[in-house]
């Protein structure tokens, strides 16, 4: 590998460890401040508002620029959300904010891999960083756990930390911690080289890409294969992107765990996707990835099933099945799902098209457990709600696929044919 895919990798664990962190703090500054318990569950949403609103516009951002300077202006604007959160800009607001910075990062941090690297050397590349971003999820989850606990409030307290930065909070003390980690993340984004690749040019009119963004999110819809990988990968990404405060209010409420406390289990429910992950890349093929759908009404029915749970010795190896069965899931229909794009329509257009719609989900599903939670809906019916609409959406989709089958049995052997083979040869 080359000098400079380490210090991209290095880059995108700092700012990636930061954004999780963030929100476990972000948690903690809105409950000390008394806040309702629905801007807490608001977070989510909010942090993927950018990713959708912007998804036609970022990748074609971050062609017409340097990579490395892309993803150092997105850390930037994600400094500048910590920033105004000590300055006493709504939490809400500032994590807004930080969500338009990782919307502008993630089109960057993939694209350059392919003009840095040779195709040879991708799919070990992409390995690292899908191995590093989970990584960065569970050490920074708990990372953000301990700064706002009692062990590091005593450490910030001891170093005058909220002294320094004028502010009287742990919580707002963690969120200066996590500006240095950004600014970290930052320098090393300013030693990310050149890659001699000319950039492409924004249109005059950023209007101008909104067409081909929508007919290459249609192409991809009508695809038999694609609307199925589609569909399962988004409603996956909606219930994991929401799973981190689902997990966190469901401890609070049944085990009666602090912030602290309860980011450690948000940890295990990672590790234990990337168990899944590691194990369906061992033993799924391409051609099979469709067979896993029935874990996704799994899935549904174990979220239901947190609710009679009180100990957290069940409580652990139950969230590593969840997240196991998850990763399990996600990880052959996700290579599905680029197998279809990038015959349709290329890799970059597809990523695109897929990041839409899986932060739109995460979208609709926040607002809607925020919107429950906001009118009194406790923790339990909450969760019980919350996995009854995945376990029913992931049986509409069995029975969608189970549809396409009877009706164009030769076009889905012919698109499975040419999974089986690319997978052999690929």
């Known amino acids: 590998m080359k000098r400079g895919f380490y210090t991209i990798m290095t880059a995108q664990f700092f700012s990636s460890l930061a954004d999780n962190a963030l929100f476990v703090v972000a948690i903690e500054l809105l409950r000390t401040h008394g806040a309702p318990e629905w801007q807490s569950a608001a977070l989510v949403p ?14 074609a951002y971050a ?24 300055g006493g800009t709504h939490p809400l607001l500032a994590y807004t904010l930080v969500g338009l910075g990782a919307a502008a990062y993630s089109p960057a941090k993939y694209g350059i891999l392919t003009e840095l690297l040779p195709p040879s050397q991708l799919v070990k590349a992409n390995g690292w960083i ?27 307290a001891s170093t005058d930390m909220a002294g320094m930065v004028g502010i009287g909070h742990v919580a707002e003390a963690a969120v200066a911690v996590l500006a240095g980690i950004y600014v970290v993340a930052a320098a090393f984004n300013l030693r990310i080289p050149l890659t001699g690749v000319t950039p492409r040019p924004m249109p005059r009119n950023p209007l101008a890409l909104l067409p081909d963004f929508w007919r290459c999110n249609n192409r991809l819809w009508r695809d038999r294969l694609g609307q199925i990988s589609l569909a399962t990968t988004t409603l996956f990404w909606g219930v994991s992107g929401n799973l981190r405060y689902i997990v966190l209010a469901w401890a609070g409420a049944a085990l009666g765990y602090s912030t602290t406390q309860a980011s450690s289990l ?8 990337a168990v899944g992950a590691v194990l369906a890349s061992l033993r799924m093929r391409l051609d099979h990835a469709t067979r ?5 009404i799994g899935m549904g029915m174990l979220v239901i099933l947190m609710n009679f749970i009180d100990n957290v010795w069940v409580a652990a190896p139950f969230l590593v099945l969840l997240g196991g069965l998850g990763g399990f899931l996600v990880v052959p229909m996700n290579a599905l799902l680029q197998h279809r794009g990038h015959n349709l329509m290329g890799a970059g257009r597809s990523i695109a098209v897929q990041n839409f719609n899986e932060q ?15 009118f009194g809906l406790s923790a339990f ?14 049986w509409a989709i069995a029975l969608w696929y189970r549809h396409n089958v009877r009706r164009h049995p030769h076009e889905l052997r012919r698109l499975l044919t040419i999974a089986r083979r690319d997978d052999l040869h690929g």
């Open 46 to 59: 909010l942090f993927a508002l950018f990713y959708v609103v912007l998804a036609p516009f970022v990748g």
């Open 63 to 86: 062609d017409a620029h340097p990579k490395g300077r892309v993803m150092f202006i997105s850390n930037a604007i994600k400094i500048v959300g910590c920033l105004l959160m000590l």
């Open 130 to 156: 899908e191995g590093l971003t989970i990584a960065s999820i569970i050490l920074g989850v708990l990372f953000g756990g301990q700064l706002v606990g009692p062990g590091m409030s005593s450490l910030l």
């Open 266 to 273: 948000v940890g295990v429910v990672a590790l234990g996707t």
């Open 292 to 296: 896993v759908i029935p874990l996704g």
């Open 360 to 374: 739109a989900c995460i979208l609709g599903l926040g607002f809607l457990y925020s919107l429950a939670t906001g």
């Open 381 to 394: 019916a909450a969760i019980t709600c919350f996995g009854l609409l995945v376990a029913g959406m992931m």
